[in-house]
């Protein structure tokens, strides 16, 4: 492992983007309206803006955000990208970074594409990576409302009708079901400058800023497309027993032992034991779906990805 960790490490010549934080995903569903239902009763999220008919659920203090916007006809429900926050972003610069690591400006989305468009007076600046993945950077203030940098959304966040049983306070990682883990790899921490923040057996799991954040890159098998698998969220004072319970007073039961996709609205409890990196005894790792069947993980806001009982034992 120690050889594999500096093998993964070695330093390019090329410049790198540095990433700071997990800043927002967009999931496409088949009936807006039910999912901020539902995400707003088990959260209590409020909108932080609006792009069109589409409401942005703030996480936590913000400006962390899940966007939910109408799937359409012709496209299945899941999470359709992710976004990660550049310091002093500059597009003129991340253009010149990409196009030294082979990422060619276009017109259309693509695998090693960059693409922009403008929403009002804000540009947006995506890219694909080798499986084609949607990843969007944007300026470190951005909120998904207004302006140059995307950064003024409402002064008063319009309050969610509902409490919410659970209350998250940040977005921990996104995992990725990726067609070959090496070339992955080393494509995001050639373009980012990603250090290895933890392992889950040969899986290295990336940090994203200084951490705890991080992207986890798994091989997607014969039976996966590419695609980004599931989404993590943090929550104070995790302890699956009462998450589960929780889960279960909102309409989301637990499926047991149940083997193989879920879905929707069932949770589950994945142990991830010493061989991949847990604790002795287990990491419990709680997954749940929503009405559309998309994967959502909680996990506490210690957790890294790392070993001990809460995965928050990373190396330093």
Not at 222 to 230: F, L, T, V
Request: aromatic share 8%; glycine share 14%; hydrophobic share 40%.
């Amino acid at each position: 492992m120690a050889g594999a960790s500096r093998l993964i490490a070695q330093p390019s010549n090329k410049p790198v983007i540095r990433v700071r934080a997990l800043n927002h995903m967009t999931l496409f569903v088949s009936d807006p309206k039910r999912s901020v239902e539902f995400y707003q009763g088990l959260f209590g999220m409020p909108v932080q803006a609006r792009q069109g008919n589409s409401a942005l659920l703030r996480i936590g203090p913000g400006p962390q955000y899940i966007a939910l916007a109408a799937a359409g006809p012709n496209r299945k429900p899941g999470i359709d990208h992710f976004c990660m926050t550049v310091e002093g972003f500059d597009t003129v610069r991340e253009l010149r970074i990409l196009a030294e690591h082979g990422v060619a400006r276009s017109e259309a989305a693509g695998a090693l594409k960059t693409w922009t468009r403008m929403r009002g007076e804000t540009l947006e600046f995506y890219l694909g990576d080798p499986d084609g993945i949607v990843v969007q950077l944007q300026d470190l203030r951005y909120c998904g409302g207004g302006g140059a940098l995307g950064d003024m959304c409402l002064t008063a966040p319009e309050p969610s009708p509902h409490k919410g049983l659970i209350s998250v306070r940040d977005l921990s990682h996104f995992t990725l079901n990726v067609s070959d883990a090496k070339r992955s790899r080393d494509f995001y921490q050639g373009l980012f400058g990603m250090r290895v923040q933890a392992y889950q057996g040969a899986m290295p799991v990336l940090a994203v800023g200084p951490g705890p954040q991080f992207l986890a890159l798994g091989g997607g098998g014969a039976n996966r497309a590419p695609a980004i698998a599931h989404a993590c969220m943090t929550m104070e004072g995790f302890e699956p027993d009462k998450v589960l319970k929780l889960l279960a007073d909102f309409g989301i039961k637990p499926r047991g032992e149940a083997r193989g996709p879920a879905g929707p609205m069932v949770s589950y409890v994945s142990m991830r034991m010493e061989d991949r990196g847990g604790a002795k005894g287990g990491t419990p790792e709680l997954y749940f779906t929503d009405p559309d069947g998309i994967v959502m993980q909680l996990q506490d806001v210690s957790y890294c990805g790392g070993s001990g009982h809460l995965g928050e034992v990373c190396p330093s």
